[in-house]
């Protein structure tokens, strides 16, 4: 009975930690967009994940030192798939409204029980299949997305794609490893990656500004080592379906932190996507008889 209290509130635990780092991810949306006006992209992604890697990896040195060579092997999955979203999100913003780019980023939400149901033979509630469909169409009124699939919608599309195997991949790993080594090997890839890019592209600067510090500092240190760390230890005890429809937030969060700090407005239909995306989020936490009786049994 008491072992399986503890269960069930380290599966509470996960949860409100997910959606916590999903209000931080938010809060970073106005401040990264104002960084990269006077920063290049890819120089900011590196600025930002390497200072965090080497965070992460001192803190866990001793775990990253014992990393066997299978975990080496997850964790740069892990970073593939989390540098391909962040790369293919910034090629495609070139290309297409970023409300399309909201909208068909959200659709990890939706990717993630789908592969993992078609991929790894994953039992994705009812439930679950629901909310995520109620999130996908709350971020498409939230985006307010319009037109067709042209490159950008399709570079776009990668990204959703990428994000949700690096869910699944996560959820796989840590089962297995210890998830401060993994954070520290995925967050070096995508750090690496990104100023590899930079290079090659002549972008290498120092920032020029205070706001842009500010934003490295916060991005670099809270959202991506603390927020990655808090992802990837709770995917321990919340199935990746769960995982993606709580990160659903995100964009929810951004909409209001953008009208907090810099009075964007959303639309009618923009405020009502919000409040569909939390309305899944609270009706999975909230009703007894949506649960599962215990998190998933480790694979």
């Not at 991810?25 to 006077?38: C, E, H, N, S, Y």
């Not at 593939?80 to 070139?94: E, I, N, P, R």
């Not at 070096?188 to 205070?210: H, Q």
């Not at 199935?239 to 959303?266: C, H, Q, V, Y």
Request: hydrophobic fraction near 55%; glycine fraction near 10%; charge should be neutral.
């Amino acid at each position: 009975m008491t072992e399986s209290r503890g269960a069930s509130e380290r599966f509470h635990v996960a949860e409100l930690s997910l959606l916590g780092i999903a209000m931080v991810w938010g809060l970073t949306f106005p401040m990264v967009q104002d960084a990269i006006g006077r920063l290049p992209t890819f120089t900011f992604l590196a600025y930002r994940f390497i200072p965090a890697s080497l965070l992460v990896a001192v803190i866990f040195r001793k775990q990253l030192a014992a990393l066997p060579p299978s975990g080496w092997r997850a964790g740069l999955g892990m970073g593939v798939f989390l540098t391909a979203g962040y790369a293919f999100q910034t090629l495609g913003l070139d290309r297409t409204t970023s409300s399309n780019a909201g909208f068909i980023t959200g659709l990890f939400v939706v990717f993630t029980p789908i592969f993992g149901a078609i991929l790894l033979g994953h039992r994705a509630g009812a439930i679950a299949w629901i909310a995520a469909i109620v999130s996908a169409f709350g971020l498409y009124l939230l985006s307010g997305s319009k037109g067709g699939l042209n490159t950008g919608d399709a570079m776009i599309l990668i990204t959703a794609c990428s994000f949700a195997f690096h869910i699944l991949v996560t959820d796989r790993a840590v089962k297995d490893h210890d998830p401060g080594a993994l954070l520290a090997v995925q967050l070096g890839v995508c750090g690496l990656v990104s100023l590899l890019i930079a290079g090659c592209g002549g972008d290498i600067e120092m920032p020029d500004a205070g706001q842009v510090w500010l934003a490295l500092a916060v991005t670099a240190f809270v959202a991506s080592a603390l927020g990655f760390f808090v992802q990837t230890y709770a995917q321990r005890h919340a199935p990746p379906a769960r995982t993606a429809l709580i990160l659903a937030a995100e964009p929810a969060f951004a909409g209001f932190f953008s009208w907090l700090l810099k009075d964007e407005r959303l639309s009618a239909s923009g405020w009502l996507g919000a409040a569909l995306i939390l309305g899944a989020i609270v009706a999975v936490e909230a009703m007894p008889y949506l649960r599962p009786t215990q998190p998933l049994p480790e694979r």
